[in-house]
């Protein structure tokens, strides 16, 4: 005769698969390291061919009182031209990227993981708590 198991045994795995899965979640959800940007207004002073090997329009803007210039990741404005710029914390680089192609919030891919791993966490606690009503025997009301 099988020993029929105590509800407090499929409500704890329940519990460990639901826990597993938002971990799981957590940890495909936490920030990576990425460094601090700053967005700004850039100024064009060197337009560059966007036909060129060196196709790296040159501008120039402040950071804090500090007038810098670097390379724009891009090509084909004019001079004078204003452009809106994302400068990392770190300005010792001489390349800065335009504001309109760096993402903002989290990658569309990275939330349908996040997503994923929790339907897959809730979908594996319900599979555990079916095969453990399925292996209890039930009582027959006719037996006498």
């Known amino acids: 005769m099988a020993v029929p198991r105590s509800p407090v045994r499929w409500a704890l795995v329940l519990l460990v698969a639901g826990l ?8 495909l959800w936490w920030p ?42 891009g090509c084909g404005h004019q001079e004078n031209e204003a452009v809106e710029v994302v400068v990392p914390d770190d300005t010792g680089g001489d390349l800065v990227q335009a504001a309109a192609s760096t993402p903002v919030g989290m990658p569309f891919g990275t939330r349908l993981a996040v997503l994923l791993v929790c339907l897959s966490g809730l979908a594996g606690g319900l599979y555990a708590y079916l095969l453990t ?12």
């Not at 597993?20 to 940890?27: L, N, P, S, W, Y």
């Not at 700053?38 to 500090?66: N, Q």
Request: net charge neutral; aromatic share 4%; with cysteine.
């Open 32 to 73: 990576g390291t990425s460094t601090e940007v700053r967005r700004t207004t850039a100024t064009v002073v060197e337009p560059a061919s966007c036909g060129g090997p060196d196709a790296y329009d040159r501008v120039e803007f402040k950071v804090g009182d500090e007038t810098r210039t670097a390379k724009l990741d």
């Open 133 to 144: 009503r399925r292996s209890q025997p039930t009582a027959s009301a006719g037996a006498a």
């Open 20 to 27: 597993v899965g938002v971990a799981a979640a957590g940890v």
